[in-house]
């Protein structure tokens, strides 16, 4: 026979000594967590128990009892994350046997083929491509862009990482060792360099006396005049 007196309720503490979060259980139910819910600290001294060899209907009551006085953070009322005013567990709802056979059926691998609720049911191209992204982490969030852009902030490459790139970027250690560029590459590349194509097409040299100097067309401001300056260009 099951003891009706297995019941107990929990708190989950803060490094400082106050709750965090309040909750009722059964055997080893307080050190876990469960889908959706708060997570318990890793030290498990930071786990005590408030009330234990409780009814369920009193470790209920007990629950709700606690979540009050303490008070919830979402609702602006104490510092505890429960998200409810607690006595909602399942562990008193009564399963139909439809139910319970379907859920075991589940669990033992039964849906495969025929019996999977997604047989048949091909992706689309969004969800192909979305799952796919996903894989290769382009759907990371800004949040999460910036937060590595910042950790690699003032890293810099050892001596010895800096002489295998070095050596990498020399001779047959460079991947492009060897690979020249076609014809069709190079008349591109110097057509781009000539006439229009070129981005200094038209621009003169302006210096401002200081040794600064910039290309534009016309005279950039006050105070310069044609020619070079001792700088390189901006």
């Given at each position: 026979m099951v003891n009706p007196y297995r019941f107990y309720t929990y708190a989950y503490l803060r490094k400082d000594g106050t709750p965090y979060y309040?909750?009722?259980g059964e055997g080893n139910r307080v050190y876990y967590?469960?889908?959706?819910?708060?997570?318990?600290p890793k030290d498990r001294l930071r786990i005590i128990f408030l009330k234990q060899n409780l009814l369920e209907e009193e470790a209920f009551n007990h629950e709700i009892y606690m979540i009050s006085v303490f008070g919830r953070k979402d609702l602006g009322t104490g510092i505890l994350h429960n998200r409810t005013n607690g006595g909602e567990g399942c562990s008193g709802i009564i399963r139909s046997e439809e139910?319970?056979?379907k859920s075991s059926e589940s669990r033992k691998g039964k849906y495969k083929g025929e019996k999977n609720p997604h047989y048949g049911?091909?992706?689309t191209e969004e969800s192909k491509r979305k799952m796919r992204e996903k894989r290769i982490g382009k759907l990371q969030s800004k949040e999460t862009k910036m937060k590595i852009k910042k950790s690699q902030t003032g890293k810099f490459h050892s001596e010895e990482t800096k002489n295998k790139m070095s050596e990498m970027r020399q001779g047959k250690n460079n991947p492009n060792y060897g690979n020249s560029h076609s014809e069709e590459t190079k008349r591109k590349m110097s057509e781009k360099k000539k006439g229009k194509n070129n981005p200094s097409y038209g621009k003169k040299c302006w210096n401002d006396g200081?040794?600064?100097?910039?290309?534009s067309i016309e005279c950039p401001g006050d105070g310069w005049v044609l020619g070079m300056g001792k700088k390189r260009l901006t």
């Open positions: 309040v909750g009722k967590k469960r889908s959706g819910e708060v997570k318990p139910y319970k056979r049911k091909p992706h200081n040794g600064n100097v910039k290309r």
